[in-house]
């Protein structure tokens, strides 16, 4: 792969070690692990579930996407990042928003218990949403449950958009801090 080749020319030449990273597509039924030992860390994502293309039903897709994300975490046993939690958004009739839930907070937890990061993404600010991926209720959260890693990133489909949107996840980082979190849980 041109890629990792050119990343360990980079990292030979200068001081600075480049990480080799990877978004990849998980799912509960598959193996998520093929790569281990070829790069340095993945933003895990989840992007379908079992019995459909994609995602594609208004509001009724919370549940299904937050069992399949957990089901899909529980199966990881490589560092990494959980990739745009609520960008379902995109698909669902006015952006409705994930709300808190006994699911969502399941899911939280066990990328906690799995030592695996929250990403925080721009690519909401490119599309209907307007705002990064995930909210920052959902990241408070997290942390509120011993998550030790955040990742910035702007998802990028094309040359324009690398790196768009960073000072508005800088100041949601900084936003977020170590406060503790009020949301309370509710089932979907």
Known sequence: MLYLEEIENLNNKFSVKLLKGLELGIQSYTDNNFFNGIFDYFIYSVHQY????DFNDGVKMWCPYLEEAIGAVRTLNYPGFFGHLDFLRRYIPGNTPLKPSALLDELLLTLV??????EINTSGLRNDIKEVNPQPWIIERYLSFGGKYITVGSDAHGKNEIGTGLCVQERQVH???DKPTKVKAKTL
């Open 50 to 53: 079992p019995g459909m293309a």
């Open 113 to 118: 218990k799995y030592d695996i990061g929250l």
């Open 175 to 177: 936003s977020v801090g």
